[in-house]
């Protein structure tokens, strides 16, 4: 029978054809959710910005020059700043800046705040309620009124920046993920194991959190936005990356009181440049949320 199909197969090409469901995934999300894919692909531009910005640069983005406040041209494709750096350098060189502290304070946040949001819903008691109570407290303040006093007491720097932000997202993360624990433990699957006398940490890490999958990516997709638009505020406010990284925040900062009539270009770049990002990540964190929530996949 298997030489009989492999004849059929070589005698017409094609009768057989592979499967990849992935491409039928893809193209079903595209067709369902044009502005996710839209955003999707904002998302891909800006990772390949951030990892291509060396060949993509024309200057050094740190390199001064006589060529001060030029407008955009030939020689200066975005425009230069009020110390002759070029703009279009700085503004590639600022998405690696805005990915790796929204890439790396998201996950931070969220890994954290899974893991306690984990614990919390399945001990329960008082390990839930102690717990809860401080997430309470954290999630009360905004994110980036806490993020801004995290910054200010610990200093700006890369690594402060990250923290800073990471934290408001922890509460946020624990409560999306206990929700979903709390209704995974009560499932047939679980009681199962437990009856054959699965160790609970087994049972947790093994059985629940991989079943929070779902709402834990849809976290991340939809807090990366607000990640970005946070370090900016905090380099806006001189509180984030230190000069002379370029961050599209800093750009702003130094651009907005001084330059911003005579140089617009110095803000509308950076300007453009951010509300792109966030713009994507939340147009994809929708996306995703409708297609893997199944309560709103038929919306």
Known sequence: MANALRTIEVAIPGALPEERPWRATLWRFVRKKPLGAAGGLLMILLILTAVFAEVLATHNPVRTSTLVLAPPGAESWLGTDNLGRDVWSRVLHGSRISLVVGLASTLLGAVVGGVVGLLSGYVGGSTDLVSQRLMDVMQALPILVLALVLAAAMGPSLTNTIIAISVPIIPRAARVVRSSVLAIREFAFIEAARALGVGHARVAFRHVLPNTMG???????????????????????????????????RMLSIAAAEYAQKAPWLVIFPGVAISLAVFGTNLLGDALRDTLDPRLRGA
Not at 219 to 244: D, H, K, N, R, Y
């Open 215 to 249: 709402p834990f990516i849809v976290l991340v997709t939809a807090q990366l936005g607000g990640a970005i638009l946070v370090e900016a505020a905090l380099s806006f406010l001189g509180l984030g990356i230190p000069e002379p990284y370029p961050s599209w925040g």
